[in-house]
């Protein structure tokens, strides 16, 4: 059973940083592309960023790129996503997602939630001045 777990969310100040982590017990999630989403208040969820399983390539949603950074770490079996230089517009709710498949016809770089077969909870990141 895939169970994923996500952690480091809370309340910063603009500008500041927050690093967020998926970890699982069910799969090796070297082995999949994870990816992460998050949704705002009133707003459709919303890819972010993630990391493919057959080459590690990693992808970000416009509004992220240069700020956020999805990594590994295959040892502690855990995704994270390090978020700096945190927005007001950032705030949502984090959600990590597991896409099982490993297959070539997924497109990764377009952050399809429909591609993603397993979710997290979520966590939630508040970005407030």
């Known amino acids: 059973q895939v169970q994923l777990v996500e952690s480091g969310g809370g309340s910063v100040q603009p500008g500041g940083s927050l690093r967020l982590s998926c970890a699982n017990s069910g799969l090796d999630l070297y082995q999949y592309t994870v990816g992460w989403f998050r949704q705002a208040p009133g707003k459709e969820r919303e890819g972010v960023s993630c990391v493919t399983w057959n080459d590690d390539s990693t992808y970000y949603a416009a509004s992220v790129k240069g700020r956020f950074s999805i990594y590994r770490d295959k040892a502690k079996n855990t995704v994270y996503l390090q978020m700096n230089d945190l927005k007001p517009e950032d705030t949502g709710v984090y959600s990590c997602?597991?896409?099982?498949?490993?297959?070539?016809?997924?497109?990764?770089?377009?952050?399809?939630?429909?591609?993603?077969?397993?979710w997290g909870q979520g966590t939630q990141v508040t970005v407030s001045s």
């Open positions: 997602a597991v896409d099982w498949t490993r297959s070539m016809g997924r497109r990764p770089w377009l952050l399809l939630a429909h591609e993603y077969n397993a």
